[in-house]
């Protein structure tokens, strides 16, 4: 496993902006990235919560810089509290996904990097849809807990390698996996974690998630 240097890992708070929509992200770059992967956990705004930071290390670890995005603008947020619209309609936050890719195919210090896509529940989703778009760019999925049931019709068109994650304990969760991958035609790969349940809670339970999504991304992003 490549060791690196927490010091050495530049941390920047970018903006996307198209039109009237602003969206923030944390773009973190360690030196000689190995790729880039654009993290979409859901549209909560909430950017680097403890369960994420856990992720997001092992990651670095691995050599690869990541992109963590809010899918939702300040004021989206604020209305979504009350609505709950936005951040449960798939086809919306697979755009908003869309932003985040095309402005890491542009940006200078991210244009040149292989991408993956991770996400969680409605995000991984999203995330499925977007991938659509730009199958020759992005290299690899990874979907933690995901509702690929929530938009099913797509998974025939999916063309980018895809690890499904999910705890025995969450039962629906983990036949909506099991179903979706019986329906992929690309390389795709579950797993699943014994004795976790929604979000994969037991802090052990975690640290595997996040072995295992390491190891997808190092075997099909080089």
């Known amino acids: 496993m490549v060791s690196i240097n927490k010091a050495r890992v530049r941390r920047m708070n970018i903006q996307i902006v198209s039109g009237q929509t602003r969206l923030r992200g944390l773009l973190t770059l360690p030196r ?5 992967i654009l993290w979409v956990r859901d549209a909560e705004n909430t950017r680097l919560r403890s369960r994420d930071q856990v992720l997001v290390e ?18 989206e947020r604020k209305i ?12 919306f936050l697979a755009g908003r996904i869309q932003l985040g890719i095309e402005w890491a195919l ?11 896509l991770f996400g969680t529940e409605t995000g991984a989703a999203a995330v499925l849809v977007a991938s659509v778009q730009r ?3 992005i290299r690899a999925i990874v979907c933690e807990e995901g509702r690929p049931d929530l938009r099913g019709s797509i998974l025939a068109d999916i063309k980018v390698p895809t690890l499904f994650i999910a705890g025995d ?8 996996n099991q179903e979706a991958v019986k329906r992929l035609t690309v390389e795709n790969k579950l797993v699943t974690i014994a004795g976790a349940g929604r979000l994969l809670r037991p ?4 640290d595997t998630v996040a ?12």
């Open 32 to 36: 000689d990235p190995e790729g880039l």
């Open 203 to 206: 802090s052990k339970s975690l």
């Open 169 to 176: 304990w969450d039962v629906a969760t983990l036949e909506n």
């Open 80 to 91: 979504d509290l009350s609505t709950l619209r936005l951040g449960t309609h798939v086809p």
């Open 135 to 137: 199958p020759h760019r």
């Open 211 to 222: 072995q295992h999504a390491k190891n997808w991304f190092l075997e099909h992003m080089n």
């Open 58 to 75: 092992a990651f670095q670890q691995a050599g690869f810089a990541t992109l963590l995005l809010d899918l939702l603008s300040e004021s």
């Open 106 to 116: 542009t940006n200078e210090s991210t244009r040149h990097l292989n991408l993956g």
